[in-house]
Nanobody, 124 residues
Framework: QLQLVESGGGLVQPGGSLRLSCVGS????????IGWFRQAPGKEREGVSCIRNGDSSTNYADAVKGRFTISRDNAKNTVILQMNSLKPEDTAIYYC?????????????????WGQGTQVTVSS
């Protein structure tokens, strides 16, 4: 059974960068559409970015386009979220999640396997 573990969160100043990793075990992540989602205090969980299996096509939330990049490292069974030009409104717990196969929508209710999350705080 697929298990996901996120890492790379932390405290960073506005304008800084973080690199989040989602490492899979128990199955090969390349078989899955992988999404990064985030949840800020008092807000619903939202999609940040997804990368689909097979063609590795991607999509991004409007709020992060041009600043975040999602990619796969198949040799390490890992999906990376590179976050640049971070803003205070990016502060949230970031989760990765998986759905078997190719899936177009990057919405949390459609993903069944979740990691435990990693905290990202953007503050001066």
């Amino acid at each position: 059974q697929l298990q996901l573990v996120e890492s790379g969160g932390g405290l960073v100043q506005p304008g800084g960068s973080l690199r989040l990793s989602c490492v899979g075990s128990g199955s090969t992540l390349d078989y899955y559409t992988i999404g990064w989602f985030r949840q800020a205090p008092g807000k619903e969980r939202e999609g940040v970015s997804c990368i689909r299996n097979g063609d590795s096509s991607t999509n991004y939330a409007d709020a992060v386009k041009g600043r975040f990049t999602i990619s796969r490292d198949n040799a390490k069974n890992t999906v990376i979220l590179q976050m640049n030009s971070l803003k205070p409104e990016d502060t949230a717990i970031y989760y990765c999640a998986a759905r078997l196969g190719w899936f177009r929508l990057c919405v949390p209710e459609q993903f069944g396997s979740w990691g435990q999350g990693t905290q990202v705080t953007v503050s001066s």
